[in-house]
């Protein structure tokens, strides 16, 4: 008897925050967060966990600190700068496309912290009821979860809205995370009632967040596929001389030598026909067919290495305004790589 209630203890603390990850990752109509990344971010919000439980331990000791002090102020601010370390990385290496991978990926980090911890816990408190871990798994749980999902969110609609990855833009989403974080451990409200309205609140909140996302990925798909394909076609059958991208390779042309000039005109090319092959393959998916890998794919982006290379640091920052590309735009050349 007392094995299986220990089985529906662990049960209890575990399932509701993967049951959750999963129904994200099922509404997500274009499944770029492969599940291989999703549990590789689940061991990376475990061993944030394990960090977790190692750096309060020795903060508490060290400063002498009591139990209260620890849960309400100290741990929600290295918790949640642990669990956020995984997500910025992410983010800044343009591995997160849209609102909703970011929603994904930072819910699977708290999911991992908070199994771990929650087995911590089972481990280390050797009488406890069943309500405690209700509350554990439909509130704490969920909790971290959450606001690593929040935090993630705000950090890529930051870089989005202020134009790359810079420092500053992850510290609203940290910041309003640790705030979260420890509301929650101040239980201003009773435990139990703070879980009822996380159960209630989150499914809408998650829902308004992917029909959101969902409508500006729609929006990017169709404008940046015409713009592309128009501006491809313009340079395929050599009219770019009459429009303004012509007008500006010419001044490249007093700047540079002959054989830069072609380099950054074939790389202009060939950075069109990638983003083109990245929104057709995100089009295909969302209408619920497989593209399989091009073969030559490889031999393209030997080739983008290689013009990169030869045209240098100086040419690629004066063909900036030619690049359109986002945050969002460079994360196509990684996802297609990738196949």
């Known amino acids: 008897m007392n094995l299986l209630l220990a089985a529906f203890r662990i049960l209890i603390g575990l399932l509701p925050v993967f049951a959750f990850l999963l129904a994200l990752i099922l509404l997500d109509s274009f499944k770029l967060v492969k599940l291989r ?5 689940i061991v990376a919000g475990g061993l944030a966990a394990i960090a977790s439980l190692v750096v309060n ?16 102020f100290i741990a929600p601010v290295v918790e949640e700068i642990l669990k956020s370390a995984v997500i910025i990385y992410l983010i800044a290496r343009h591995r997160v496309a ?8 930072g ?19 050797e009488e406890n009821g069943v309500a405690l871990w209700v509350v554990r798994g439909f509130g704490t749980a969920l909790m971290h979860g959450s606001v690593s999902a929040i935090m993630a969110i705000l950090s ?52 308004a967040v992917f029909h959101f996302s969902e409508i500006r990925t729609r929006d990017w798909l169709g404008t940046g596929f015409d713009t592309d394909s128009e501006l491809l076609e313009t340079i395929t059958a050599g009219r770019a001389s009459d ?30 026909e990638l983003s083109i092959r990245a929104k057709g393959i995100l089009l295909a998916r969302q209408s619920g067919f497989v593209v399989p890998p091009d073969p030559d794919m490889e031999g393209r982006f030997a080739e983008l290495k290689f013009l990169e290379h030869s045209i240098g640091r100086t040419g690629l920052l004066a063909m900036s305004p030619l690049f359109h590309f986002s945050d969002r735009d460079l994360w196509q050349y990684h996802m297609i790589g990738k196949g």
């Open 57 to 72: 331990s020795e903060l508490g000791s060290s400063f002498d600190l009591g139990a209260t002090a620890l849960v309400r």
């Open 156 to 207: 890529k609609q930051f870089v989005e809205r202020h134009g790359g990855p810079r420092p500053w833009v992850f510290l609203p989403g940290l910041a309003l995370a640790i705030v979260l974080h420890s509301g929650f451990n101040h239980f201003f409200i009773a435990p139990t009632l703070t879980t009822v309205l996380i159960l209630v609140v989150l499914p809408v909140f998650f829902v």
């Open 98 to 105: 849209f609102l909703v991978d970011a929603a994904i990926i």
């Open 37 to 41: 990344i999703v549990a590789g971010l």
């Open 243 to 272: 429009s303004r991208i012509g007008t500006y390779l010419v001044d490249l042309r007093e700047r540079f030598p002959p054989e830069t000039v072609v380099d950054m005109v074939c790389l202009l090319r060939l950075r069109l």
């Open 107 to 125: 819910f699977a980090v708290g999911a991992g912290f908070a199994a771990v911890e929650n087995i911590h816990y089972f481990v280390a408190l």
